[in-house]
């Protein structure tokens, strides 16, 4: 089973680019195979610290965790992806997904509005593993364009190719076209992880793909101090929250699509949390909104306390549903210059409970 760490950096964090270089260090110490870097725009770039991270590190895989299809042309994500493999000797791994960040976001040369995503992701993928083959591109896909020339040099590293999704019909896509496939919904109920699984693994066979991976996320919040860890756990569950209910304005999977049976929250609470907050800025969930979110609530999104019962509950999910080859550990979105230390002892906390609960190293 593999195990990744992720989001670096967060809405909101006040961490540099030397400190998450430093997170996936740590993270390579205590036994994390994967170290997930987000390309939120405007934040620190994701290319140059993923580099970073993979030169500081010695076996630690890096991935986007997600780009898209639309931040740069596909010959130039190509050819960008190849150089972080050769350099790393094979460890650069392409994690990318529709995206969603918020509005007003200007993308040349789509502006506002961007192609169907399934067909963007199906075009970019192509033009990658062609240009990796040493073959030259589509120059002109329904959604993308690209110069149509090859690569000036040979790509001799495996480049994994990561879909995250949450929806059925993306979800589907990563099946046939993925390496990895990556189920993007931090909810714990075991029946709707299940589905999923068997979803992507029925979908993955019907294509004839052996060897798809599947990845699950997991909110966790992990602290020696157990109220600390619940609270902060409250700020990405109440984000967990609008994307399970369909109910973040900027980011709906599909229009009157309804919570799964196990999702259990109050429509009050998902109305106030959706109207009172938005997930986008990286403020942190406002005292008031937080209230709303019983440890129950709490429960059906995130696994937070210490580090004992978050093993257990980690431990238990992995028998609940069977299938998948890994875990994706979703941190809170800290904030302030106290997070590099909180991350720190979370990554610590987090080697132990993979260790001591979950099988320690060695892959799916």
């Known amino acids: 089973m593999y195990f990744t760490v992720s989001d670096f950096p967060a809405k909101g964090n006040a961490l540099t680019s030397r400190e998450i270089v430093d997170l996936a260090r740590h993270a390579e110490e205590v036994g994390i195979h994967r170290f997930g870097v987000t390309d939120f725009p405007f934040h620190q ?17 890096v991935e986007s965790l ?73 120059f002109a896909g329904e959604a993308l364009h690209s110069s149509g020339l090859r690569m000036d040099f040979p790509v001799t590293e495996e480049i994994p190719v990561l879909l995250a999704a949450r929806g059925m019909k993306m979800l589907k896509v990563g099946a046939e076209i993925a390496d990895i496939v990556h189920i993007a919904a931090p909810f714990m109920g075991a029946e709707y992880q299940r589905e999923r699984v068997d979803w992507v693994r029925e979908a993955a066979a019907a294509a004839g793909r052996d060897g798809v991976e599947i990845d699950l996320t997991v909110s966790l919040s992990v602290a020696k101090d157990r109220d600390w860890a619940r609270y902060v756990g409250r700020w990405t569950t109440a984000a967990a929250i609008l994307w399970v209910a369909n109910a973040e304005k900027h980011t709906r999977v599909a229009p009157g699509s309804v919570p799964p049976p196990e999702f259990q929250v109050p429509a009050s609470t998902v109305e106030a949390i959706s109207e009172g907050w938005d997930m986008w800025t990286g403020e942190p969930v406002p005292e008031d909104l937080a209230a709303l979110i019983t440890d129950d609530i709490l429960d059906q999104f995130t696994i937070a306390g210490e580090p004992e019962e978050c093993g257990e509950r980690l431990a238990a999910l992995a028998d609940a549903v ?8 979703k941190l809170p979105p800290l904030i302030g210059r106290e997070s590099y230390g909180q991350f720190h002892e979370m990554i610590e906390l987090i080697g132990g409970i993979v260790a001591s609960r979950l099988g320690g190293g060695g892959g799916a």
């Open 45 to 61: 770039d994701c290319v140059p610290l993923m580099t970073a991270c993979l030169e500081q590190t010695d076996t630690l895989e």
């Open 66 to 138: 997600v780009t898209t299809p639309f931040l740069r042309p596909p010959d130039v994500t190509a050819t960008t992806w190849a150089t972080m493999a050769e350099l790393s000797g094979g460890r650069a791994i392409l994690g990318i997904g529709k995206g969603g960040a918020r509005p007003p976001i200007f993308v040349p040369p789509w502006g506002y509005d961007r192609p169907n995503p399934r067909t963007s992701i199906r075009e970019l993928v192509e033009v990658c593993r062609d240009m990796w083959a040493g073959r030259a591109p589509v």
């Open 322 to 329: 069977d299938g998948f080859t890994g875990f994706r550990f």
